[in-house]
T-cell receptor, first 114, second 117 residues
């Protein structure tokens, strides 16, 4: 089974703090994704990566950055957390191409910024 | 641009009754379509997916979905709901993998399903 793990299930930070959310997958997937999930808005793509050190902006990248130094690990960084970044953050990974192009999700990190 | 609409924000269904969740998509080419389920406090689990071929797709937990190109729909159904089916359900659309699509998905806003005794 594909396993995607996220470093924390719950996180509470203060406004202005630098926040790191980490995601690790164990299936040698090329693609990794970061989403935020808000009620009534579904999942919105923040950033994704299709290879080590490669990254592309998603639909809502403002206020976020990412890092992918190793294939299995994809980090989301909030340089200066703000209250409007309080949300559920979900990481996913996939193997590109054909019928296997399915995203597998981690359990999520619920971030509260005070 | 691709988009997904789930018209029902919230559905209440009695245990043992049938369930149908609606999903409409907008996409120029043949879409890849997915249904995911999210139980409280959990990540998303894939229920089923459609890439090509038979338009009636069987998934896990007794769910099925039917792709109707003429209606741009991919509705999810279950004949008899169990209390454990209470969750949020997301429909998603994507494109065949390429250096344009990168396997990205567009998600709907979700439908919350409540199951009553």
């Amino acid at each position: 089974d594909v396993k995607v793990t996220q470093s924390s299930r719950y996180l509470v930070k203060r406004t202005g703090e630098k926040v790191f959310l980490e995601c690790v997958q164990d299936m040698d997937h090329e693609n990794m994704f970061w989403y935020r999930q808000d009620p009534g808005l579904g999942l919105r793509l923040i950033y994704f990566s299709y290879d080590v050190k490669m990254k592309e902006k998603g639909d809502i990248p403002e206020g976020y950055s990412v890092s992918r130094e190793k294939k299995e690990r994809f980090s989301l960084i909030l340089e200066s957390a703000s209250t409007n970044q309080t949300s559920m953050y979900l990481c996913a990974s996939s193997f590109p191409g054909g019928a296997t192009d399915t995203q597998y999700f981690g359990p999520g990190t619920r971030l509260t910024v005070l | 641009a691709q988009s997904v609409t789930q018209p029902d924000i919230h559905i209440t269904v009695s245990e043992g009754a049938s369930l149908e969740l609606r999903c409409n998509y907008s996409y120029g080419a043949t879409p890849y379509l997915f249904w995911y389920v999210q139980s409280p406090g959990q990540g998303l689990q894939l229920l089923l997916k459609y890439f090509s071929g038979d338009t009636l797709v069987q998934g896990i937990k007794g769910f099925e979905a039917e792709f109707k190109r003429s209606q741009s729909s991919f509705n999810l159904r279950k004949p008899s709901v169990h209390w454990s089916d209470a969750a949020e359900y997301f429909c998603a659309v994507g494109a065949r993998y390429s250096t344009d699509s990168w396997g990205k998905l567009q998600f709907g806003a979700g439908t919350q399903v409540v199951v009553t005794p």
